[in-house]
């Protein structure tokens, strides 16, 4: 400062002249870069949204999920199996090294180690490139990743007898048992352990609704068919005559013997 026609001061450069808030720039001052968020972004967000939800929707309703009969834990012929997006770990627990005395391996540890490996993939590779060739590391991970899925998914399809998984879940249809058909008691003391006691099936085939004859199933009862036995083979005609009639109309007795 200096005496005289008036006084001079000297300022300090890292001050600034104008003082400025810390708000960033305006979206306007991007023309084509980025948008507003309210209510342009969000509004595309929930178009899209809409429009898969919508199409998921109508899909369930096209093409609902398959239903099996209801959980019966006396029904060992059942085959037991996990939706097709957890067939991966399905097959993974059939190994030696993550099965029996290492299952804890198998179904925690190491799944939890996998996935969780994911939450280290944006510390892996920092690189601000997003081309495939410019970020090895992370796609070497995920190109691991789904193969691993992939392969263990197709390995436990292949060993799936399909047919006879449909079968073990099917919805029968369920009819009144006439317990005091003369068939009734032949039936349960020949075939209810594999057939079931309400002819639903079981380690045999479910016999609701069977469009044999009463003459084809006297047959099988008597000379088998395929793994099932001959289980009436010998008996008086009779107890055979009875039980397929009871088996081709369990709930009218002699009805339907034609």
Same mark, same amino acid.
């Given at each position: 400062?200096? =005496?005289?026609?008036?006084?001079?001061?000297?300022?300090?450069?890292?001050? %600034?002249?104008?003082? #400025?808030?810390?708000?960033?720039?305006?979206?306007?001052?991007?023309?084509?870069?980025?948008?507003?968020?309210?209510?342009?972004?969000?509004?595309?967000?929930?178009?899209?949204?809409?429009?898969?939800?919508?199409?998921?929707?109508?899909?369930?309703? &096209?093409?609902?999920?398959?239903? *099996?009969? #209801? +959980?019966?834990?006396?029904?060992?012929?059942?085959?037991?199996? %996990?939706?097709?997006?957890?067939?991966?770990?399905?097959?993974?627990?059939?190994? *030696?090294?993550?099965?029996?005395?290492?299952?804890?391996?198998?179904?925690?540890?190491?799944?939890?180690?996998?996935?969780?490996?994911?939450?280290?993939?944006?510390?892996?590779?920092?690189?601000?490139?997003? =081309?495939?060739?410019?970020?090895?590391?992370?796609? +070497?991970?995920?190109?691991?990743?789904?193969?691993? $899925?992939?392969?263990? $998914?197709? *390995?436990?399809?292949?060993?799936?007898?399909?047919?006879?998984?449909?079968?073990?879940?099917?919805?029968?249809?369920?009819?009144?048992?006439? $317990?005091?058909?003369?068939?009734? *008691?032949?039936?349960?003391?020949?075939?209810?352990?594999?057939?079931?006691?309400?002819?639903?099936?079981?380690?045999? %085939?479910?016999?609701?609704?069977?469009?044999?004859?009463?003459?084809?199933?006297?047959?099988? $009862? &008597?000379?088998?068919?395929?793994? #099932?036995? +001959? &289980? #009436?083979?010998?008996?008086?005609?009779?107890?055979?005559?009875?039980?397929?009639?009871?088996?081709?109309?369990?709930?009218?007795?002699?009805?339907?013997?034609?």
């Amino acid at each position: 400062m200096h =005496r005289g026609k008036g006084m001079k001061f000297v300022g300090d450069s890292r001050i %600034p002249a104008k003082k #400025m808030s810390n708000i960033p720039k305006d979206y306007s001052e991007y023309p084509g870069k980025t948008e507003a968020f309210w209510p342009n972004f969000l509004l595309k967000e929930w178009l899209v949204g809409a429009v898969f939800l919508i199409g998921f929707l109508t899909l369930t309703v &096209v093409a609902p999920s398959p239903l *099996e009969k #209801m +959980a019966d834990p006396t029904d060992a012929s059942y085959i037991p199996l %996990p939706d097709w997006y957890f067939l991966f770990l399905y097959q993974f627990l059939k190994y *030696e090294f993550a099965s029996g005395p290492y299952s804890v391996l198998g179904a925690f540890i190491i799944p939890g180690l996998a996935f969780g490996g994911l939450l280290l993939a944006p510390f892996l590779d920092k690189g601000p490139g997003r =081309r495939p060739h410019q970020r090895p590391i992370a796609n +070497a991970f995920m190109l691991i990743g789904v193969a691993c $899925t992939i392969f263990l $998914t197709w *390995e436990a399809g292949s060993h799936v007898d399909w047919e006879a998984r449909a079968k073990s879940g099917q919805i029968v249809e369920e009819v009144e048992i006439d $317990t005091s058909a003369a068939g009734y *008691e032949i039936y349960k003391q020949n075939c209810a352990s594999c057939h079931g006691a309400e002819l639903g099936g079981g380690a045999g %085939p479910a016999l609701v609704g069977t469009e044999l004859s009463v003459d084809e199933i006297k047959d099988i $009862t &008597v000379n088998g068919l395929g793994s #099932m036995p +001959a &289980v #009436m083979k010998g008996k008086p005609e009779e107890e055979i005559q009875q039980l397929a009639e009871f088996v081709k109309n369990p709930s009218g007795g002699e009805e339907g013997s034609e």
